[in-house]
């Protein structure tokens, strides 16, 4: 039978795809932009016809009507990430969460101790081979095909067909439908000085010929935006956005001095604009993979020179990084800020920096405490983390004593607490 043939047998409506879900099951969705929305609508407007089912993934990137505290008997969103579409079910306890390194998360799934019963997907156009792309979001994706008793593909002409280990055969497919919306696309976020003056601390940094992991977020981006002087980066990333693409199209990302897979940009799910999923199409110099290949430590630390750039919300005076939750309130989850922490710690010549504001709120509030708010998800520990930048300076940690790193992290610290934060140092007999 020609694959032709075979995928007209599976092509559906999107409403009677999502009936191949049982009650009970769990349906994973991948990561951000790779969710489809036409099934993940269908499903909202049919929730009521299934009980117990579990929606699990990480970053939603939409507002579907199943994240219903109402309904939750019938479909229940689980997090593996929190966005700001589920962070109030989160804070309400009706949504639930699980705790993982992104880098570990096809091994649970493996394992069975993940759900994974049935998977919903972006995908692009078959090729004349029979295969679809899931350029988008590989991310657990692929260990879920796996595992799960139903594939269901929402088959997108605006889905690029990424090269890498991404693709899904159409044998492989229970079903299947099609939508032309085109992909949401996501802005950079706004950067102002205090992100600039980070980006131009860390940027400092950064050799020519590094290897970059660069995370989301206004600090990364203001990164990316200074490094228009070196040459020759790579980039062994989880996610791809547009400051990426902005470097290659800039001729700074060469891919040429990466001696771990040279000439390849690697990256597991992907999240910016229209421009950035035509760079994708096809791209030789770019590889999508599953995130146990991109975010494994000690792979990703094959890549000598591994500078890796992510954010936290607060940082206590041993180094402890509390980057997912406002003390119990969730805000985001694990990802792979440690995965990546890891990985540049064991690569030679790699730094891993992790960046904040000195302040919140106005200025109000230190993000360098003492200790982490009650209730505080610790990301990344004290024992992982190295260099930690403010708009004040850059703090290096690895190797200090307790009052030592205290000390670094005060002297980065805003000014207008320095003192407050001495006296406290004071009082746990730091200082």
Request: charged share 20%.
């Amino acid at each position: 039978m020609s694959v032709k043939v075979l995928y007209q047998q599976k092509r559906l409506s999107a409403a009677d795809a999502i009936r191949v879900v049982n009650d009970g099951d769990c349906i994973v969705v991948p990561t951000a932009v790779a969710e489809p929305p036409a099934l993940l609508h269908a499903l909202s407007a049919a929730r009521r016809d299934f009980r117990d089912v579990q929606v699990s993934q990480i970053l939603p990137v939409r507002n579907y009507a199943y994240v219903d505290p109402e309904t939750v008997e019938h479909v229940r969103h689980t997090a593996y990430f929190f966005s700001g579409a589920t962070r109030p079910g989160g804070a309400a306890g009706w949504i639930d969460f699980i705790p993982s390194y992104f880098s570990e998360m096809p091994a649970l799934i493996r394992a069975g101790q993940m759900g994974a019963d049935v998977v919903f997907s972006l995908a692009s156009p078959m090729d004349e081979y029979g295969y679809c792309s899931l350029a988008l979001g590989a991310d657990y994706t692929m260990a879920v095909i796996e595992k799960a008793r139903a594939v269901v593909l929402e088959v997108n002409p605006h889905v690029p067909f990424a090269n890498g280990n991404c693709h899904i055969h159409v044998s492989q497919v229970t079903a299947l439908t099609e939508s032309d919306e085109p992909i949401l696309e996501v802005a950079l976020p706004k950067i102002g000085p205090v992100q600039e003056a980070i980006g131009k601390y860390v940027a400092d940094m950064i050799p020519h010929g590094a290897t970059l992991q660069i995370g989301y977020g206004g600090i990364p981006d203001a990164v990316v935006m200074q490094l228009t002087d070196k040459h020759d980066l790579g980039i062994h990333t989880e996610m791809i956005g547009d400051g990426i693409m902005s470097l290659v199209a800039a001729g700074v990302v060469t891919n040429r001095k990466k001696n771990y897979h040279p000439g390849k940009m690697f990256a597991t799910f992907a999240l910016g604009s229209k421009k950035l999923y035509e760079f994708m199409h096809r791209n030789p110099a770019l590889e999508i993979h599953p995130v146990d290949f991109t975010n494994d430590p000690f792979l990703a630390a094959r890549n000598d020179n591994l500078h890796a750039i992510n954010a936290t919300l607060q940082i206590d005076f041993l180094g402890q990084c509390g980057s997912e939750s406002l003390g119990f309130k969730p805000y985001s989850g694990t990802g792979g800020q440690s995965d990546f922490v890891r990985a540049a710690n064991r690569s030679r010549g790699g730094k891993a920096f992790i960046v904040l504001p000195s302040t919140a709120k106005d200025d109000t509030v230190s993000r360098i405490v003492p200790s982490l708010a009650a209730g505080t998800h610790v990301s990344t520990s004290k024992n992982d983390v190295n260099y930690v930048v403010t708009e004040f300076g850059v703090a290096q940690l690895r190797g200090k004593s307790a009052r030592q790193r205290c000390l670094e992290l005060i002297g980065i610290a805003h000014p207008k607490f320095r003192a407050e934060l001495r006296d406290a140092a004071r009082r746990v007999h730091l200082l």
